[in-house]
Nanobody, 127 residues
Framework: QVQLVESGGGLVQAGGSLSVSCAASGRTFSSGVMGWFRQAPGKEREFVAAIRWSGARTYYADSVKGRFTISSDNAKNTVYLQMNSLKPEDTAVYYC????????????????????WGQGTQVTVSS
């Protein structure tokens, strides 16, 4: 089992910055992928960003590319999502997820391929 605990989030004005983190414990896999997804009210959960534990290759949704940065600290089994130039449409509950054996971009960006999920943390961007 893998346990994921998100922290950070909160309320920020448009144009501001916020950071969320996800600490993984239990059975972790060095070949795995950590992803961030978000779900806004009334909308489906969508991919935001992902990173491989090995090699640190990163993936981003077009909507956040250039504004968000995902990073990892393998020693701490923690993944971070730094969010800059936030917009009201970034308002959502942000979830981190862990998956194994995700080799393609399609696999990495598809939520159903992830095995473990955190409880989510609210990010609210006011206009």
């Amino acid at each position: 089992q893998v346990q994921l605990v998100e922290s950070g989030g909160g309320l920020v004005q448009a144009g501001g910055s916020l950071s969320v983190s996800c600490a993984a414990s239990g059975r972790t896999f060095s070949s795995g992928v950590m992803g961030w997804f978000r779900q806004a009210p009334g909308k489906e959960r969508e991919f935001v960003a992902a990173i491989r534990w090995s090699g640190a290759r990163t993936y981003y949704a077009d909507s956040v590319k250039g504004r968000f940065t995902i990073s990892s600290d393998n020693a701490k089994n923690t993944v971070y999502l730094q969010m800059n130039s936030l917009k009201p449409e970034d308002t959502a509950v942000y979830y981190c997820a862990a998956g194994a054996l995700l080799y393609s971009i399609v696999a990495v960006t598809t939520q159903h391929n992830y095995d473990y999920w955190g409880q989510g943390t609210q990010v609210t961007v006011s206009s």
